[in-house]
């Protein structure tokens, strides 16, 4: 039964690749230095305790889907991944707060593309929250700044409701003779209540962080998590996940 849920689960997130090739875990992208080990944990516990996530860049091909792919591995173990591809998923989210799932719109835009949301249908997904639910989405913003203006002015999203998006991850790419290298620039928190603030800026997590929705215990014991998943191999998304829910699980 877990092999066809976790089968289940990754099949969802490749189904948000754009770009062919395998979908990369979180292992993939602390080799390749878009985030330190630190801030996997800190994500780790944060999404694996109900934390909705963005993640923005201006730059199309900024890895933007690579790392909300890598992320929605975080979820609870017993969070479903459910596209939202038009508006009967949202209300039909609406009307059933249970189970909890992890509602993915594949990018907040305005084009005809498979889970893209924009007007009327983003600020219902907005709403889902409200109804207990998790919110995963990536979109074309280098800032908070940005990614507000585009959510509430440009999509009328009532600022309430953008701060239930807990996490704003957002991406920085410099090209040089040595290749493309992307990395997690900065941060933002909210606890759902409070407007966000910049909870780091690089892609680690120092010790001394300090976040509202994570305790200091909570992130230790992620790391412990992360780095034993490092250790044992894993690499593929599957593997991550299996690892993920094997640890989390205290296996």
Known sequence: MTGDRVRRHCAEIDRCNQRGGRMLSIVDLIEA???????????????????????????GGAGKTTVMGALLNFVAPDVELTPVDDGAAIEHGLRNPTPRRC??????????????????TLRAYFELSGAGHIMATNLHADTCEQ????????????????????????LSVTRGGSGTRRRISTVWESDGR???????????FPDDTRSTLVSPEDVASARAVID???????????????AVLERTNGS
């Open 33 to 59: 230095g878009t985030m330190g080990p630190g801030l996997a944990a800190y994500a780790l516990a944060a999404i694996g305790g109900g934390a909705s996530f963005m993640v923005g860049a201006l730059p």
């Open 103 to 120: 509602f993915i719109c594949h990018e907040i835009g305005s084009g005809p593309y498979y889970a893209y949301l924009w007007g009327g």
């Open 147 to 170: 990614a507000r203006n585009q959510v509430c002015t440009d999509n009328g999203v009532p600022e309430s409701s953008f701060r239930q998006m807990n996490l704003l991850f957002f």
């Open 194 to 204: 409070s407007p966000h603030r910049l909870l780091l800026s690089g892609h680690d």
């Open 228 to 242: 034993r998943i490092t250790a044992d191999g894993a690499r593929t998304t599957e593997q991550v996940r299996v």
